[in-house]
Structure formats: C-alpha cells, structure tokens
C-alpha cells in the first residue's frame, strides 16, 4: 500500500536550518519521481524541488534554488529536504508526493487532475520566526 510521511518540521529562527524527511511505502526510488511541496499561510501549494525516480536528477525552484538541496536514501526508502537559511517567506506547511508513474521531474505533471490523483503525505508545519 502506498504511504507517504513527512517528518522534522518545527521552528528554527531566520537564517536557521531544518531537515524534513518523508518515507515512502509502496513504491522504490528507483520507481517515481517525488516532490516536495510548499504552502504558505493563505496561499496556494506550489511545487519546490523534485527528483527523479529514473536517475536520481533534482529540479529546484528559485525560491530555494542554493538553499534546499533534497536527497534520497535508497536503503531507508525516504527523500530528504535540507533547508538552510530559512526566511519568514519558509513558513508554512511541506507535503511531499508522488503521481505514482512518473520516474522523472520532467514528466511530472502539475494539471489540476494529476495533483489530485497523486499520493500525499499529511504535511509538515514548519515556522520561521525569531
């Protein structure tokens, strides 16, 4: 069965880092491409960082571009976002998912009817705050 679980999300303060985690069940790395999720208080979810099933490639957005860098351990069958120099614009609430069959960030669609076909996590609170 299919499970995704963000975890590390907490307060740290401006210029401050953070490590989120999600572990994946039913699928392997190797199989689908994961990404990560950002939504700000009142805003809409926008897709931050990415990679690949296929090869292990990596997609940013430039609001982390520098910042985030996100991983995979093929052991543990989790991707991580390490987040260093947080800002306030961080706060917010991180989901991870996966559409289920696409292996790369390239193929990985953001239509309305594959998002909500995907596979999400429950999300993790993370504030940015002194």
């Known amino acids: 069965q299919v499970q995704l679980v963000e975890l590390g999300g907490g307060l740290v303060q401006p210029g401050g880092s953070l490590r989120l985690s999600c572990a994946v069940s039913?699928?392997?790395?190797?199989?689908?491409?994961i990404v990560w999720f950002h939504q700000a208080p009142g805003k809409e979810r926008e897709g931050i960082s990415c990679?690949?099933?296929?090869?292990?490639?990596?997609y940013y957005d430039d609001s982390v571009e520098g910042r985030f860098t996100i991983s995979r351990d093929k052991a543990a069958n989790t991707i991580d976002l390490q987040m260093n120099n947080l800002n306030a614009a961080d706060t917010g609430a991180y989901y991870c998912?996966?559409?289920?069959?696409?292996?790369?960030?390239?193929?990985?669609?953001?239509?309305?009817?594959?998002?909500?076909?995907?596979?999400w996590g429950q999300g993790t609170q993370v504030t940015v705050s002194s």
């Open positions: 998912a996966t559409d289920g069959h696409s292996s790369s960030c390239g193929e990985f669609s953001y239509t309305t009817d594959n998002l909500a076909s995907s596979y």
């Open positions: 039913g699928f392997t790395l190797d199989q689908v491409a």
């Open positions: 990679i690949s099933g296929s090869d292990g490639s990596t």
